[in-house]
């Protein structure tokens, strides 16, 4: 039986934030996290809220409308101008 902790970090396939997501550097999302290209090849950056609350709004605001302002954007778009 699946415990609480795996049930926060599983995947999710779909959600309707999922839609209006336009950072190119957004992989997916569990409960309470949003998932991020990494720096190198392969690698992926989870960036962990409080709650799906949080995560829901950081979502809104920086993957589905501003993610040129995103400390992560940044770091991951500086790593493919070098």
């Not at 992989?27 to 991020?36: M, P, Q």
Request: charged share 35%.
């Amino acid at each position: 039986m699946a415990n609480k902790k795996d049930a926060d970090e599983r995947m999710i396939n779909h959600s309707w934030t999922q839609v209006d997501v336009q950072c190119p550097f957004w992989k997916g999302e569990t409960r309470k996290a949003v998932v991020c290209e990494g720096i190198l090849a392969g690698e992926r950056i989870r960036r962990i809220m409080t709650d799906e609350k949080a995560k829901l709004a950081l979502m809104r605001k920086l993957c589905c409308k501003e993610y040129r302002e995103c400390p992560i954007f940044q770091l991951v778009y500086g790593g493919y101008m070098k």
